[in-house]
């Protein structure tokens, strides 16, 4: 399934969830499934993980065998918007449009990759 864009009101939704994480967990990270329908991300799952303030890592064996994931979003509150090392390793598993988000949670600070770690637009979409 090719992605054209991603809904301008599930980012806000993500951005806001990251920032709620981030506060009340004390700088952890937000972890979330992204899910596409018609070539245009709307939707994420909320699904059980552990995190620290420096990774993040999703239960596999809850994840739902969905054919509309289209990958995954999550927070680095540190503001570093790039794959980590093991960003690198868990994208592969879980779709192909991987979404980081950080401080402020505006609308410019988050970008997507692809599963490889590569930058790709996402357009946001009305
Ligand atoms: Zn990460």
């Not at 992605?3 to 990251?18: F, T």
């Not at 988000?101 to 946001?124: I, N, Q």
């Amino acid at each position: 399934m090719k992605i054209r864009g991603i809904a301008r009101d599930l980012l806000q939704a993500l951005l806001s969830s990251a920032q709620e994480v981030d506060r009340e967990g004390g700088g952890r990270e937000f972890v979330a499934v992204l899910r596409e329908e018609d070539g245009v991300i709307r939707e994420f799952l909320f699904l059980p993980f552990t995190s620290t303030q420096v990774s993040a890592s999703l239960r596999y064996d809850l994840m739902p065998l969905d054919p509309h994931v289209a990958g995954s979003a999550h927070s680095h509150p540190t503001g570093a918007l790039r794959p980590s090392d093991a960003d690198l390793r868990f994208f592969p598993r879980l779709g192909r449009y991987h979404i980081i988000l950080g401080p402020p949670y505006s609308e410019s600070s988050w970008k997507c990759f692809t599963s490889d770690g590569g930058p790709c637009d996402l357009e946001v979409m009305e």
